[in-house]
């Protein structure tokens, strides 16, 4: 007989608000490969990614587990790993090619994961892995930023996931000027509390905002926003955009000779998945946590990883107005 476990998927793409949009589940516990860690799920958080794979992919009837961040304990390892052992305690994104975080076991290769940082709990450990890879290989891959970078750095969105990471990387490891964008008091308020200079209106007139121009903008949500990046960017500045807008036209940048930068975090997993990149990255990352040179952007913590609490996850991600981070705990 074949062991269950209990997870939290979808069978088919609903909208959130459909009590069969997310369900919970019973399905085998999963046999790690040669470099897999097995690990018993602590604590995942939310990311806009879920929800992008919950309505753009339909599974057609067969379990889809979702859920990339995880915080948890190694249970057993495969037979090549080197890097952990049963019982460390670790944390990690994942694989958007592989079953999803949102299970009591899950398989993650151990080139991709790290030792979490031994300051935080598991809550507060699990909102960071994902953001905090896409920030770090924002700014120092594709932006290639340095700890004597200067220049202006525009950070749009900054009170989410991703951007709240971003600002503090940015302020406390490289010399440029940190401009966040938020339009409510709180979320402003939440910006400048991770290390912002400044803090601009995004629903406002950004290159009335910014007459002096900014080197470097990173971005979230680049539709309708080139050329207006193509206002505000200096010569041979660049944009690092984590979306995907559709029919998208950069010809406004040329004149500027402004580069454009795309980001995914899950392109190591998918195309180099021997690169011990993005596990060295997590590792100093937990360094600088333990240190406190930078924090835990969990925000929202939801006891209870079941599908009733994930769909309240869900729905707080698709206002588009979330600050921080939504973590989920125990099966």
């Known amino acids: 007989m074949t062991d269950l476990m209990r997870a939290v998927g979808y069978r088919k793409n609903l909208p959130i608000s459909d009590p069969s949009a997310l369900l919970d589940l019973e399905v085998p516990v999963p046999t790690p490969g040669e470099h897999d860690l097995q690990?018993?799920?602590?604590?995942?958080?939310?990311?806009?990614?879920?929800?992008?794979?919950?309505?753009?992919?339909?599974?057609?009837?067969?379990?889809?587990?979702?859920?990339?961040?995880?915080?948890?304990?190694?249970?057993?390892?495969?037979?090549?790993?080197?890097?952990?052992?049963?019982?460390?305690?670790?944390?990690?994104?994942?694989?958007?090619?592989?079953?999803?975080?949102?299970s009591q076991l899950h398989l993650v290769d151990e080139r991709?994961?790290?030792?979490?940082?031994?300051?935080?709990?598991?809550?507060?450990?699990?909102?960071?892995?994902?953001?905090?890879?896409?920030?770090?290989?924002?700014?120092?891959?594709?932006?290639?930023?340095t700890a004597d970078s200067t220049g202006r750095l525009l950070v749009l969105g900054a009170a989410g996931g991703v951007g709240a990471v971003l600002v503090q990387m940015a302020r406390r490891l490289t010399n440029v000027e940190v401009i966040g964008t938020a339009s409510r008091p709180e979320s402003r308020q939440y910006v400048l509390d991770r290390g912002a200079h400044s803090v601009v209106d995004h629903h406002g007139d950004l290159p009335a905002q910014l007459p002096d121009g900014v080197d470097y903008v990173f971005?979230?949500?680049?539709?309708?926003?080139?050329?207006?990046?193509?206002?505000?960017?200096?010569?041979?500045?660049?944009?690092?955009?984590?979306?995907?807008?559709?029919?998208?036209?950069?010809?406004?940048?040329?004149?500027?000779?402004?580069?454009?930068?795309?980001?995914?975090?899950?392109?190591?997993?998918?195309?180099?998945?021997t690169s011990l990149a993005q596990h060295e990255i997590l590792t100093q990352v937990a360094t600088l946590v333990d240190k406190d040179v930078l924090q835990s952007t969990l925000t929202v913590h939801i006891d209870g990883i079941n599908a009733v609490n994930m769909k309240r996850a869900h729905e707080s991600q698709e206002t588009g107005r979330a600050i921080g981070k939504t973590v989920l705990t125990g099966f």
């Open 112 to 145: 991709i994961a790290a030792r979490k940082p031994a300051s935080l709990d598991f809550a507060a450990a699990a909102a960071l892995p994902l953001t905090a890879l896409t920030a770090w290989e924002s700014l120092f891959d594709r932006l290639r930023l």
């Open 219 to 273: 971005s979230p949500h680049s539709a309708g926003m080139v050329d207006t990046f193509a206002q505000i960017i200096r010569p041979y500045g660049a944009v690092v955009a984590i979306d995907e807008p559709a029919g998208l036209d950069l010809v406004a940048l040329k004149s500027k000779s402004i580069a454009w930068h795309w980001e995914l975090m899950f392109t190591r997993p998918l195309y180099h998945p």
């Open 39 to 102: 690990v018993r799920v602590e604590a995942v958080s939310v990311n806009p990614v879920d929800v992008k794979v919950r309505a753009g992919s339909d599974p057609g009837g067969e379990p889809r587990i979702l859920g990339f961040d995880a915080a948890g304990v190694v249970e057993r390892v495969g037979p090549s790993v080197t890097l952990f052992q049963p019982g460390d305690e670790v944390w990690y994104a994942g694989s958007i090619a592989r079953p999803g975080t949102n």
